[in-house]
T-cell receptor
Framework: DVKVTQSSRYLVKRTGEKVFLECVQD?????MFWYRQDPGLGLRLIYF???????EKGDIPEGYSVSREKKERFSLILESASTNQTSMYLC?????????????FGPGTRLTVL | AQSVTQLGSHVSVSEGALVLLRCNYS??????LFWYVQYPNQGLQLLLK??????LVKGINGFEAEFKKSETSFHLTKPSAHMSDAAEYFC???????FGAGTRLTVKP
């Protein structure tokens, strides 16, 4: 079974702190994604990566950055956390294919910024 | 750019009743369409997907969806709801990784 793990299920941080959210997948997938999930808005894509050291902005990259130094690990960084970044963060991975690649999701990290 | 619209943020059905969750998309190219389910305190998992070929797609737990190009729709159905189907359901257009806002399904005994 594909497994995507996220470093924390719940996280509480203070405004202005630098926050790291870690995601690891064990299926040698090329593609990795970070979404945030908010009620009524569904999932919104923050950043994604198709290869090591490669990153692309999604729909809402402002206030976030990412790092992918190894194929299995994709980190989301909040340089200076703000209260409007309180949300559920979901990581996903997939392998490219001609059939439309399925994304496999981690359990999510619920981040609260005070 | 593509977009996904899920009609109805909340749907409530009785156990044993038909489940119908609506999804419409806009796309300038043939889409890859997905339905995912999210149970409480869990990540999303794939229910079913349409890529090419047969327009009626069967998924896990008795769910199915039909791709209707003329209506730009990909509605999710299940003939008989079960209590365990209570969850949030997301429609997605995979080509540019866009998700709908989600529909929360409640199943009443």
């Amino acid at each position: 079974d594909v497994k995507v793990t996220q470093s924390s299920r719940y996280l509480v941080k203070r405004t202005g702190e630098k926050v790291f959210l870690e995601c690891v997948q064990d299926m040698d997938h090329e593609n990795m994604f970070w979404y945030r999930q908010d009620p009524g808005l569904g999932l919104r894509l923050i950043y994604f990566s198709y290869d090591v050291k490669m990153k692309e902005k999604g729909d809402i990259p402002e206030g976030y950055s990412v790092s992918r130094e190894k194929k299995e690990r994709f980190s989301l960084i909040l340089e200076s956390a703000s209260t409007n970044q309180t949300s559920m963060y979901l990581c996903a991975s997939s392998s490219p294919g001609t059939g439309g690649d399925t994304q496999y999701f981690g359990p999510g990290t619920r981040l609260t910024v005070l | 750019a593509q977009s996904v619209t899920q009609l109805g943020s909340h749907v409530s059905v009785s156990e044993g009743a038909l489940v119908l969750l609506r999804c419409n998309y806009s796309s300038s190219v043939p889409p890859y369409l997905f339905w995912y389910v999210q149970y409480p305190n869990q990540g999303l998992q794939l229910l079913l997907k349409y890529t090419t070929g047969a327009t009626l797609v069967k998924g896990i737990n008795g769910f199915e969806a039909e791709f209707k190009k003329s209506e730009t729709s990909f509605h999710l159905t299940k003939p008989s709801a079960h209590m365990s189907d209570a969850a949030e359901y997301f429609c997605a257009v995979r080509n540019d990784m866009r998700f709908g806002a989600g529909t929360r399904l409640t199943v009443k005994p």
